[in-house]
């Protein structure tokens, strides 16, 4: 333990950093988050759930692979199951080109080594998803795949990151950053703390940590909207996505529908608020039906949007400060970052601990070519 008392300090009370702070408290590591509203109030809570592997990009795969076997035994790691329910993710094909494509994904991770991605046909993507719409020829399936609640997993880490001894101040937004005898000292709302160590797992506003220290990220940022049906009886196990076209649905215990897939809102992150563009929604809900013929006339009962950091070439950044001794990012998630978050929380917890990992996070340092221009 430093002399100040703290061995790491997390910007960021979301689920990234409540991760990091769950694995370095474990680590007999002692860590305090500091979050500026309350543990999950962005991108954390409110997001679709999704725990795939299905789809991502190639980068990600290793890592991916590894925190699904973390999803799989989630209550032994965080005392819950989140919610967790294994129903499977499919990629829907359209078109005969749908189809050649996905084939080709298939192939293309063969080749690396996994088979977690599985083409089916027609006839067992009918049997997968018995409501999907009679022009679906086919799919991409991975079969483990699955979803959780985001508002319990959230929670879930919280609780279980205190139990292991971090601790969370909320209401206590970071205003300041500074090195100094080799700790930094952190200035908050509450005053000023200081550890070798800081993770910066502020989201939408962790460009702005590390401008605190010099260091320009670039990273823009989206408001990616979700839709809550009535509750159905139930019709559909699985995760549902397209080929061609941006959906995510799936049925959740209760009935109700969830409908997303990075349909954009407009945000001001100045603000911290996010408001739902309606004519982006109804686009959202169009897809849904013709490939759901049975949610039409299904009434909406609840909409939202949330603020996340997104990069340029849309995966993270996960490792060190490229200008800052004692300094760890990890943001950027793009929309996908729900499933990563117990192994990249792991990954940090050893690289701030021991000084390396053995986890695959190398191609998410903050100085790669393709993250240098933000679309």
């Known amino acids: 333990m430093s002399a100040a008392g703290y061995d790491a300090i997390v910007i960021g009370g979301g689920l990234h950093g409540l991760s990091v702070a769950l694995h370095l408290a474990r680590r007999r590591k002692r860590v305090i988050v500091l979050e500026r509203r ?26 991916s692979v590894i925190a ?22 499919v990629k829907v094909a359209e078109s005969d080109a749908d189809m050649a494509k996905l084939a080709r994904r298939e192939a293309e991770v063969r080749a690396l080594g996994y088979d977690h991605e599985e083409l089916v046909d027609q006839a067992e993507l009918r ?32 609780r279980a990151a205190v139990a292991a001894g971090a601790e969370i101040r909320e209401d206590d937004g970071v205003t300041g950053l500074e090195r100094a005898n080799d700790l930094w000292q952190v200035t908050c709302a509450s005053g000023t703390i200081e550890a070798p160590a800081v993770v910066n797992c502020a989201g939408a ?62 945000c001001d992150v100045a603000a911290e608020r996010s408001v739902v563009d309606f004519g982006n929604l109804a686009h959202a809900a ?18 939202w949007c949330g603020i996340e950091a997104r990069t340029a070439d849309e995966i ?16 950027g998630y793009s929309g996908h970052g729900f499933q990563l978050a117990p ?33």
Not at 40 to 56: D, M, Q, T, Y
Not at 68 to 82: A, N, Y
Not at 344 to 373: K, M, W
Request: proline share 5%.
């Open 68 to 89: 699904m076997e973390m999803w799989h035994s989630i209550e032994s790691l965080v005392g819950d199951d989140c919610g967790f329910v294994a129903g499977g993710q």
């Open 286 to 303: 169009r897809i849904a039906t013709e490939l759901f013929p049975v949610m039409r006339g299904v009434r909406i009962v609840r909409t």
């Open 343 to 375: 192994a990249a929380g792991a990954a940090l917890a050893g690289l701030i601990a021991t000084g390396s990992t053995n986890l695959p996070i190398a191609p998410f340092g903050v100085t790669r070519t393709s993250a240098a221009a933000v679309r």
């Open 205 to 266: 506003w962790a460009t702005r940590i590390a401008a605190m220290v010099g260091e320009t990220i670039p990273c823009g940022v989206k408001a990616s909207m979700m839709i809550v049906t009535e509750r159905m009886p139930t019709f559909v196990e699985p995760t549902v996505g397209a080929t061609s076209r941006s959906l995510s649905f799936k049925q959740t215990a209760a009935g109700t529908v969830v409908i997303g897939g990075g349909h954009q809102g407009r």
């Open 38 to 63: 309350y543990a999950g109030r962005h991108s954390s809570g409110i997001n679709a759930g999704g725990v795939r592997r299905l789809g991502r990009d190639i980068r990600e795969i290793a890592l």
């Open 127 to 158: 049997r997968i998803v018995p409501a999907i719409a009679e022009h679906c020829v086919g799919a991409l399936v991975s079969r483990t795949d699955g979803a959780a609640d985001p508002y319990r997993t959230t929670t879930a880490f919280r």
């Open 316 to 331: 993270p950044f996960i490792g060190p400060s490229a200008v800052a001794p004692g300094l760890f990012h990890s943001f």
